[in-house]
């Protein structure tokens, strides 16, 4: 074993995790249902968590702009990481079925029964976090400003007109996809959770959004007394989701799949991958 592999520094090269997404991909879109649908109410859950910590971090009114921002970013992380480590299947990381279906490995109907079933569940494990939290009265901490941080962030959420929205919701997905993307690259846990925290830390500092948090932020809100309905959810989601598919699937996904598994760019690489031996550890993380 190579003292790279063993320092933990012998991570997949970019053309190794396009493949190795394409095969994750494959494996996805062909899950049996019961299992995709019960992995992807865990991951609304997990989700809901890494919400959970931002709203606690921000709470805290002694911390500036920037810290409370960085620091409730870094808190939210949680989220991912539970997603990548523990296993479960998440909508907006799944956006990046669309390269395998540029690949021609997956069908229309399989992506869209990935993406429709996983979208729902997430659904409905975000909005049992959120009625666990409510009735566990986590809101009241620091003498109620919890709760209404939760609140004054799905209200500013609400207010969003329709293209900040829908640009938030592309941003957002991009680095998320990106960083479901480079914890693919990484064979620790500790290269995934390190590949995964900074990514997700900016895009919710930032102020970005992701559409499965909002599924916890919302009723979580509308239970505290929030003046919202489910048709400020109803547009909210509509919006952002849109903006999550286009920043997963066609910002990273398909411009990877443009990069390393269009036909052309496998046939021009491929004298290089012969003359060039491979000394990686070929041992699989899985």
């Not at 993307?181 to 590949?195: E, H």
């Not at 509308?222 to 547009?235: C, F, I, K, S, Y």
């Not at 491929?270 to 031996?277: K, Q, T």
């Amino acid at each position: 074993m190579t003292s790279a592999a063993v320092s933990g520094l012998d991570v997949y090269s970019p053309r190794q995790i396009a493949e190795r997404v394409n095969q994750f991909c494959v494996a996805k879109a062909r899950m049996p249902l019961l299992t995709l649908a019960m992995l992807g109410m865990l991951a609304g859950a997990f989700i809901g968590l890494g919400a959970l910590m931002f709203a606690l971090v921000t709470s805290d009114a002694s911390l500036g702009f920037a810290a409370s921002r960085l620091l409730g970013g870094l808190a939210f992380s949680l989220g991912l990481v539970l997603v990548t480590v523990a296993g479960a299947e998440l909508f907006t990381g799944n956006n990046l079925l669309a390269m395998a279906w540029a690949s021609g490995c997956v069908s229309t109907r399989e992506v869209l029964r990935n993406w429709v079933v996983v979208c729902l569940a997430n659904f409905v494990g975000a909005l049992g976090l959120a009625l666990l939290v409510w009735t566990s009265g986590h809101a009241a901490m620091n003498a109620g400003a919890v709760g209404s941080t939760v609140i004054a962030i799905a209200t500013t959420k609400a207010a969003l007109s329709a293209t900040e929205a829908f640009f938030r919701g592309v941003l957002c997905n991009v680095l998320v996809c990106m960083a479901v993307w480079m914890g693919l690259g990484g064979r620790s846990l500790a290269d995934k959770a390190v590949a995964i925290v900074f990514p997700i830390t900016a895009f919710v500092a930032a102020g970005f959004e992701h559409s499965i948090a909002n599924m916890y932020y919302f009723p979580l809100a509308m239970l505290l007394g929030a003046p919202l309905g489910w048709e400020d959810l109803a547009r909210n989601l509509g919006l952002v989701i849109a903006g999550n598919l286009v920043g997963g699937s066609v910002l990273v996904a398909l411009v990877y799949y443009t990069i390393y598994l269009r036909p052309a760019a496998r046939q021009a690489d491929a004298p290089l991958a012969r003359s060039v031996p491979n000394t990686a550890n070929a041992e699989s993380d899985d």
